[in-house]
C-alpha cells in the first residue's frame, strides 16, 4: 500500500486549503481512512476519520472548519479545510486503516503553514 499526500502549503489565518491522499496497491473502497497531524514538538494527533461507507469523524479542535471525504472510484482522500487557524500549522499525514481499524499504512506527510 502507498500513500501521497499533498496540497500542503503556506496559507494565512482564516484561509483555505485541501489536502489530497493518492491511495495505491490497497483495497481503498473497503478501508476506513483518515488523518493524524503533527505540530512542532508535538505529538501526532488524529484530526479525522472516514469509514469505507463514508461515515466521518472529527477531532474537537477542527470540527466545523473541516471535512474528510473519499472518492473510491479515484483512491482520493481529501481533507478540505476552512477558517484555518495558526494553530493547524502542523505536517498532515493520511493513513490507512487496518481491518481493525488501527491506522497501519502512512503516506509521508504534507507541511501545512498558517500565517497569522
Known amino acids: 500500500v502507498q500513500l501521497q499526500a499533498s496540497g500542503g502549503g503556506l496559507v494565512q489565518a482564516g484561509g483555505s486549503l485541501t489536502l489530497s491522499c493518492a491511495a495505491s496497491?490497497?483495497?481503498?473502497?473497503?478501508?476506513?481512512m483518515g488523518w493524524y497531524r503533527q505540530a512542532p514538538g508535538k505529538q501526532r494527533e488524529p484530526v479525522a476519520g472516514?469509514?469505507?461507507?463514508?461515515?466521518?469523524g472529527y477531532a474537537d479542535s477542527v470540527k466545523g472548519r473541516v471535512t474528510i471525504s473519499r472518492d473510491n472510484a479515484k483512491s482520493m482522500l481529501y481533507l478540505q479545510m476552512n477558517s484555518l487557524k495558526p494553530e493547524d500549522t502542523a505536517v498532515y499525514y493520511c493513513?490507512?486503516?487496518?481491518?481493525?481499524?488501527?491506522?497501519?499504512?502512512w503516506g509521508q506527510g504534507t507541511l501545512v503553514t498558517v500565517s497569522s
Open positions: 496497491g490497497s483495497t481503498f473502497s473497503s478501508a476506513n
Open positions: 472516514i469509514t469505507s461507507d463514508g461515515t466521518a
Open positions: 493513513y490507512e486503516a487496518s481491518a481493525s481499524g488501527i491506522p497501519t499504512y
